[in-house]
Nanobody
Framework: QVQLMESGGGSVQAGGSLRLSCAAS????????LGWFRQAPGKEREFLAA????????YYADSVKDRFTISLNNAKDTVALQMNSLKPEETAMYYC????????????????WGQGTQVTVSS
């Protein structure tokens, strides 16, 4: 059974930073990608970043690639997302995902999802 649990969300002012973490279990036999998406009210879920776990290759959406960093800790089965220079329009629920199909073109969707953690960026 795949379980994903996010932590680290909260409120921050524009230009600030937050670090999200996702504790993952049970994913290694059914997934080779771990990553992050977000969804703002009234908008579609958006890919942010992913790591292809067999090679630790990382992939980013163009909108975040110079500001966000994804990192995998294999020993602890966690994947983190360091977010810098946050903008008010990035206020959303942030989700950890596991699955297959991530790559240089991004990741269309995960197969397994966490409950999400709220990030609020104030101006």
């Amino acid at each position: 059974q795949v379980q994903l649990m996010e932590s680290g969300g909260g409120s921050v002012q524009a230009g600030g930073s937050l670090r999200l973490s996702c504790a993952a279990s049970g994913y290694k036999y059914v997934s080779n990608c771990l990553g992050w998406f977000r969804q703002a009210p009234g908008k579609e879920r958006e890919f942010l970043a992913a790591v292809y776990t067999p090679a630790a290759s990382t992939y980013y959406a163009d909108s975040v690639k110079d500001r966000f960093t994804i990192s995998l800790n294999n020993a602890k089965d966690t994947v983190a997302l360091q977010m810098n220079s946050l903008k008010p329009e990035e206020t959303a629920m942030y989700y950890c995902a596991a699955g297959t199909g991530c790559g240089p073109l991004g990741w269309e969707h995960g197969d397994y999802w966490g409950q999400g953690t709220q990030v609020t960026v104030s101006s």
